[in-house]
Each structure stands twice: as structure tokens, then as C-alpha cells.
T-cell receptor, first 114, second 110 residues
Framework: EAGVTQFPSHSVIEKGQTVTLRCDPISGHDNLYWYRRVMGKEIKFLLHFVKESKQDESGMPNNRFLAERTGGTYSTLKVQPAELEDSGVYFC????????????FGSGTRLTVV | QKEVEQNSGPLSVPEGAIASLNCTYSDRGSQSFFWYRQYSGKSPELIMFIYSNGDKEDGRFTAQLNKASQYVSLLIRDSQPSDSATYLCAAPGAGTALIFGKGTTLSVSS
């Protein structure tokens, strides 16, 4: 089966601009997660979709971040306007079962805000 | 605030040796633990999980859990250069999130 696909793999934008990250989960995986790793810090949870519904968005840092999963397939994470502290690697992961923490991660999008 | 702590390393071992990676956690109620391996520039990959006190073996990997001491470890026997990576310890947090440690970088020299 195809893995979790994320794009772009890298993005460099200026402070104040908008960036949209995309994640295509494994087909049939209802659960989709977004995580972020800021330089020098641990990977941190952002939010969790079950199909098209937000199950848990407690990790979203502020209202500059907007995640969507229309139709329960791919997901987008928009940052608007981007700030310097938003730089990091954004990972998407998916799983078939909600209780399965052994999810499959994508290779991430490295976002640099300058 | 639940936390998972790891020594960032780097941990350097010669080829063929046993690598011991350690993790402590703050939430005494945590029931399950996960070890992910991440090669540089790649995605984290689940390699082991453990729910019960004691040892769990899978090939060259052994996960050890001591709930009384709130301590989890991963042993890699007969370490190979291909094992060189960052190893991430994780435990379930609130809701459906996983809480990760910062990871320990392992370097196996040939």
C-alpha cells in the first residue's frame, strides 16, 4: 500500500505570508494526525481528524493555524500569517483504528519562515 | 503536563555491541509505550511497543518497562551501522495524542 504522502517537502516563506501544507493518508485510514517538531524540541501533537471531523485539536498553537479534511480524504494545514516561530518540520500520520498509536508517518514538510 | 524524557545523546557504540536507550515518563497512569526510529530526514517508524511490566523481545530489539520506576528502555543487541538513527520514546497523552521525548541519537561505528 502507498504510504502517507506530504507536500511540499520543503517550503521557505517570508514572515506574514500564507502557506498550505497537504497530507494524503493511507487509503482507508480514517484517522489523520498532524504533529510538528520545532528545532531542538520534541515532536508535538497538533490535531486529530476522524474522517472529516476534528476529534481533538487541543495542540493547535493559535488561530493562525487552520486544518481541514474535506471529504475525509486528504488534509490541509494552512498557516496564515506565518511567523518566525512557526518554522519546523510538520508531520502527518494516519491509522486505521483510533486506538492504534502505531501510526504511519509521512516524511514531513520542512517549513522555514524568514 | 505529561512528559517523556530522553537523553539526547549522542550515544556511540561499536558494531556488535549492545546499545541501551532509556526513557522516563512523568504520568504514573501511563499504560503503554512506543519506540520509534527516525533516520535523518525521514519519517518516524514504529519499531516496538510495550504494555506490560517486564521485557518484550523482537529480533535484536528488547523493550523493557518498569512501571514502579516509570522507566522504559530499548536494548539493541549486535548493533549494526544501519541502526544509527534517532530513537524516539512516546506515550499516550490526553485524548488521542502521543507525547514524544526529544529522542536519543545513536551512532554505531564499524
Amino acid at each position: 500500500e502507498a504510504g502517507v504522502t506530504q507536500f511540499p517537502s520543503h517550503s521557505v516563506i517570508e514572515k506574514g505570508q500564507t502557506v498550505t501544507l497537504r497530507c494524503d493518508p493511507i487509503s482507508g485510514h480514517d484517522n489523520l494526525y498532524w504533529y510538528r517538531r520545532v528545532m531542538g524540541k520534541e515532536i508535538k501533537f497538533l490535531l486529530h481528524f476522524v474522517k472529516e471531523s476534528k476529534q481533538d485539536e487541543s495542540g493547535m498553537p493559535n488561530n493562525r493555524f487552520l486544518a481541514e479534511r474535506t471529504g475525509g480524504t486528504y488534509s490541509t494545514l494552512k498557516v496564515q500569517p506565518a511567523e518566525l516561530e512557526d518554522s519546523g518540520v510538520y508531520f502527518c500520520a494516519s491509522s486505521r483504528d483510533i486506538a492504534n498509536y502505531g501510526y504511519t508517518f509521512g516524511s514531513g514538510t520542512r517549513l522555514t519562515v524568514v | 503536563q505529561k512528559e517523556v524524557e530522553q537523553n539526547s545523546g549522542p550515544l556511540s557504540v561499536p558494531e556488535g555491541a549492545i546499545a541501551s536507550l532509556n526513557c522516563t515518563y512523568s504520568d504514573r497512569g501511563s499504560q503503554s509505550f512506543f519506540w520509534y526510529r527516525q533516520y535523518s530526514g525521514k519519517s518516524p517508524e514504529l519499531i516496538m511497543f510495550i504494555y506490560s511490566n517486564g521485557d518484550k523481545e523482537d529480533g535484536r530489539f528488547t523493550a523493557q518497562l518498569n512501571k514502579a520506576s516509570q522507566y522504559v528502555s530499548l536494548l539493541i543487541r549486535d548493533s549494526q551501522p544501519s541502526d544509527s538513527a534517532t530513537y524516539l520514546c512516546a506515550a499516550p497523552g490526553a485524548g488521542t495524542a502521543l507525547i514524544f521525548g526529544k529522542g536519543t541519537t545513536l551512532s554505531v561505528s564499524s
